[in-house]
């Protein structure tokens, strides 16, 4: 059963705690990502990975941090340093291909800070 | 930074309506993609369409893509309750696969 999972669904945490997101695919992706999505908004890039043990900051990498040691895994790391961490977080990966490809996404984890 | 605003943020309609929603971007793209969202889950993705095109069908789903303008469609016909989802468009717009996404369009389609 090929697809892109996260975990927890949910994940609750207190006010200066670091906390780490799974994120895990078995479709042989290249390339993997992080977004977070606030309430009513858009998705936003946190991180992605093009090639594993390499990645690049994207939008509002602040705060964050994450790991490429493996193909099919891409932990997110929220840590305390972000002002205000509670939101949906989404994990995708894609084939790398020139000119650019579909996006499969995992079903989210919803973090709140206590 | 958004790329891509939608029109309208919100649309409501009754079942075996026609839906559009638009997309405007700002840079040029390399490809337009469209998914969508049910309520809290992650997105699927609908359509991709080249720089180099102008319309692509799929089942239900029209996307037009006009790049003089910066701007793109998606037209879903024939609606039913379960297409009732949140819809972005993304834009790729350089190296890499890094997407940028609008803000959405919320549609509600009531029986």
């Known amino acids: 059963d090929g697809g892109i999972t996260q975990s927890p669904k949910y994940l609750f945490r207190k006010e200066g705690q670091n906390v780490t997101l799974s994120c895990e695919q078995n479709l042989n992706h290249d390339a993997m990502y992080w977004y977070r999505q606030d309430p009513g908004q858009g998705l936003r890039l946190i991180y992605y990975?093009?090639?594993?043990?390499?990645?690049q900051k994207g939008d509002i990498a602040e705060g964050y941090s994450v790991s490429r040691e493996k193909k099919e895994s891409f932990p997110l790391t929220v840590t305390s340093a972000q002002k205000n961490p509670t939101a949906f977080y989404l994990c995708?990966?894609?084939?790398?291909?020139?000119?650019?490809?579909?996006?499969?996404f995992g079903p989210g984890t919803r973090l709140t800070v206590l | 930074s958004q790329q891509g605003e939608e029109d309208p943020q919100a649309l409501s309609i009754q079942e075996g309506e026609n839906a559009t929603m638009n997309c405007s971007y700002k840079?040029?793209?390399?490809?337009l993609q469209w998914y969508r969202q049910n309520s809290g889950r992650g997105l699927v993705h609908l359509i991709l369409?080249?720089?180099?095109?102008r319309e692509k069908h799929s089942g239900r789903l029209r996307v037009t893509l006009d790049t003089s303008k910066k701007s793109s469609s998606l037209l879903i016909t024939a609606s039913r309750a379960a297409d009732t989802a949140s819809y972005f468009c993304?834009?790729?717009?350089?190296?890499?696969?890094?997407?940028?996404f609008g803000t959405g369009t919320q549609l509600k389609v009531e029986l």
């Open positions: 993304a834009a790729h717009t350089g190296g890499g696969n890094k997407l940028t």
């Open positions: 369409i080249r720089s180099n095109e």
């Open positions: 995708a990966s894609s084939q790398a291909v020139v000119g650019g490809n579909e996006q499969f």
């Open positions: 990975s093009q090639i594993v043990n390499d990645f």
């Open positions: 840079t040029s793209i390399n490809n």
